[in-house]
């Protein structure tokens, strides 16, 4: 069931002449080709032009259609397509589609969009999928799916056997009387048996193999196109399977390069007894590889990141071929494959193993992942192999699929993302989702985040709204999002308290809501005992929930209009976004007009307060580096990782916490902002941020962009080097700023002679100049000659790396003692005196805008900053 097609490789101007390049390429024909738009017309075209049938009145109804209505969604989001996500089909009891197919493996792909049908409640939309006594999904909330993962819609993509001729799928609604199934669209297309496996597979650390056959029923949770763009369904091989982009999940800046076919290597040929249609031909002629410097490339890990469900084992199928002409021997590039901190494959030459560059060639690997918390990381990781001594040290990957195998009961079911407690105003939960997910498939991966945006008037942004929206979930001057006011993509009613001097309209989607009740008893009525700091906005202290959990409570100042738009904005903030270097909001209360948010509780505080001002021992070299590497890694996901750039706005030492394992965490974001549309290269806005940090840009022309966030990072780094504040009155004037001090003292090449003096000895002199060279680009006076937040992560963990490399060989010793390889490290203060790390400065920092800590007297071990003036100047 095959068909031969030239497909156009390249176009090139060569010598004066266009010259045509074809290659031989073919796709499958599927048996069963059926795309079910439930609810909708007769016939409609989706935005890929595939043609979809409706279900109504359809041969496939094997429950009565009285049993079911059909209803169109409340409400389109700019980013929804009409097909099939308009129309659904609605549940109240058990009902079945059955679908009579010729026998062999199918994709079964159904579709969500979890607006209100009927006026129904998108948060109320919870069942149970079945089919051929396999669970796919159980107690499925699409609605808490896609606010979780911040999707407009969710795509769940199967792969099982039809064995009977008749594929049956079962929704049954949630036992709860309110409870109702539904669904928007069901594709079921053949595809050969390309998962399946002639011999068992290699379980990833164990002795014993894998077999994947008839019996076994797979979840498509990741297909990426590693290296190149996204390829929509109609590019793929016959199978309408969707490939996205693989940038999303790399870990840290170390994203290596793209490659691409090189124009003699012409053709794409598959092996004899290989079929063509495994992988699209682009997924072939791209490819991620470390990049050419050797020397770099031994020092770190090409590496991707996965969300995924425990207790369950997975296939990841890895997709390589090399598409240049100067890889073409074996034991010119050999690499070492990891899953998951385990060996996967110790010697992977691909050249060895498709015989040629060219050659497309596919290594399927099981990972069993044992039950624990309900999501966990999958890690792949790519790494030079050495011992052979190939030619290059480097690594390659083209391509990536990820399924969940069935568990021996036949359950693929896993809990939905980050669940949302359940409260007494649950009903109340908001019902419009966050932006879409293009993937089939990834809707249940790895969740970017994104953010809502400050609600400037109601004039401009009725005005506005239509266009905005298309880059925006909201309007374009804050955070504060149109939720808060009640949103009209919203059938639920907003929880409103109307008492005291602000309304709060804060739904119960975006995290926890605890009762007054609650928090007092979780601080003892607030005892004085369990403050942590006392600040402008109010006290933070230290309490226990649930039993146990500690927590950090920040309370605001009852009956104070101050901070009410960065205490929600804070709120709908760490309620949409979710990093491990980002501190995790667990709930808030606005009960009785009080503003309280509900942290994990930082074990070790604020990275200030190991600096400088304390009793604590100071932070060894590599602790510091590996802290401003965290912090890094969570302002570069702000900058990339979300739908829309974030701009934190206040980023210092006292929003750096620190938790047990002394893992860095970005906190407050009350001043935060989505960054420019792609039209506009800044934010105009009034100038807000701490003085001794504040982008000297930004403060000139009030134009904010994510390089304000790197400079006052750039101050951070020299915080961190220099253990003494931003700001110091006390000093000479020219000293009195730290980013001033510190890029002359850079210039005159005496930066070495103002640093920690407990670090001295202690840092390998290349690693110190690579930090210092980064700090100081940080803190260019023009936000265009600063790096990217990426460009600092890369800097920093190569840094880490050649300190590291220079503590091994003995160059400077582990963890403190030994000489400085630099001879310059004279011991000198800024004054040009000897000094200590805990020096009595005065610590001042001074604030613009909103913030103050320790000039307002907010005390060292305090956990969160505080908020002075939220109306700015």
Known sequence: MMITKLLLLLLLWESGSLLLLFVAGA????????????????????????????????????????????????VQLPDVPQVPYMTARIFKSEFTYSFPLAAGRKFLRLYFYP????????????????????????????????????????????????????????????????????????EVVSHPDIYSSDGAITVVGQPTGFVIDNSTVL?????????????????????????????????????????????????????????????????????????PNSSVNVNFNLTWVFDIDTGFSYLVRLHFCEVTTYISKVNQRVFTIFLNNQTAEPAADVIAWAGSNG?????????????????????????????????YYDAILNGLEIFKINSSSGNLAGPNPVPLPQTPDSSA?????????????????????????????????????????????????????????????????????TTGSYASSLPSNLGRHFSIGEIQAATN??????????????????GEIDSGTKVAIKRGNPLSEQGVHEFQTEIEMLSKLRHRHLVSLIGYCDDNCEMILVYDYMAYGTLREHLYKTQKPPLPWRQRLEICIG?????????????????????????????????AKVSDFGLSKTGPSLDHTHVSTVVKGSFGYLDPEYFRRQQLTEKSDVYSFGVVLLEVLCAR?????????????????????????????????????????????????????????????????????????????????????????????????????????????????????????????????????????????QIMNPKGR
Not at 526 to 538: A, Q
């Open 27 to 74: 796709n499958y024909v599927p048996t069963d080709k059926i795309f079910l738009n439930c609810g909708g017309p007769a016939v409609s075209t989706d935005s890929d032009n595939q043609t979809w049938t409706t279900d109504v009145l359809s041969k496939f109804l094997s429950s009565p259609s009285t049993n079911s209505l059909t209803a169109s969604a409340s």
């Open 525 to 542: 009525g607030f005892d004085e005992s369990l403050l942590l700091g006392v600040g402008g906005f109010g006290k933070v202290y230290r």
């Open 359 to 391: 050659v497309p060639y596919h290594k399927d690997y099981v990972v069993v992942v044992p039950n624990g918390p309900p999501r966990q990381e999958l890690w792949l990781d790519l790494h030079p192999y050495t011992i052979s001594k190939p030619q």
């Open 725 to 865: 504040p931003a700001l110091n009155p006390s000093l000479p004037k020219e000293q009195v700023s730290l980013a001033e001090w510190g890029v002359h003292c850079h210039k005159k090449g005496t930066l070495d002679q103002i640093i920690d003096p407990y670090l001295y000895g202690k840092i390998a002199s290349e690693c110190f100049k690579k930090y210092t060279e980064t700090a100081v680009k940080c803190l260019s006076d023009v936000g265009m000659d600063r790096p990217a937040m990426g460009d600092v992560l890369w800097n920093l963990e190569f840094a880490l790396n050649l300190q590291e490399s220079a503590e091994e060989s003995g160059m400077v010793p582990k963890g403190g003692g030994g000489d400085m390889e630099s001879s310059s490290f004279k011991g000198k203060g800024f004054d040009g005196t000897a000094t200590d790390s805990k020096s009595s400065s005065s610590g001042m920092t001074m604030s613009i805008g909103g913030r103050s800590e320790d000039s307002d007297g907010l005390t060292p071990s305090a956990v969160f900053s």
């Open 115 to 186: 607006a209100s049908y009927a006026g129904l409640n998108a948060s109320n939309g919870i069942f149970s999928v079945s089919s051929g006594g396999y669970t796919l999904l159980n107690n499925f909330s699409a609605f808490i799916t896609t606010q979780a993962l911040n999707f407009d819609y969710v795509v769940k993509e199967y792969s099982l056997n039809v064995p009977s001729k008749v594929l049956n799928v079962t929704f049954t609604p949630n036992a709860s009387a309110s409870s109702y199934a539904f669904i928007n669209g069901i």
């Open 429 to 497: 939960i908001e019902t419009s989702p966050g932006h879409k997910s293009s993937a089939v498939g990834v809707g249940i991966g790895v969740g970017t985040a994104a953010a809502a945006v400050l609600l400037v008037g109601a004039i401009v942004y009725l005005v506005s709204r239509r266009d905005k929206r298309k880059k925006d979930s909201t309007s374009s001057d804050g955070w504060l999002p149109l939720s808060l006011y009640g949103n009209s993509h919203s059938s639920g009613s907003a929880k409103t308290t």
């Open 219 to 291: 979840e498509n949770v990741y297909r990426l196109n590693v290296g190149g763009q996204a390829i929509s369904p109609s590019d793929d091989t016959g199978m309408f399977r969707s490939w996205n982009d693989d940038l999303p999940y790399i870990f840290s800046a170390a994203i290596g390069i793209t490659e691409s076919l090189d124009p003699s290597v012409l053709n794409i040929s598959f092996p004899s007894g290989s079929p063509s249609y495994v992988a699209p031909f682009n997924v072939y002629a791209t490819l991620r590889s470390m990049g």
């Open 631 to 663: 912090a890094a890694r969570g302002l570069h996901y702000l900058h990339t990782g979300a739908k829309h750039t974030i701009i934190h706005r206040d980023v210092k030492t006292t929003n750096i916490l620190l938790d047990e394992k002394w893992v």
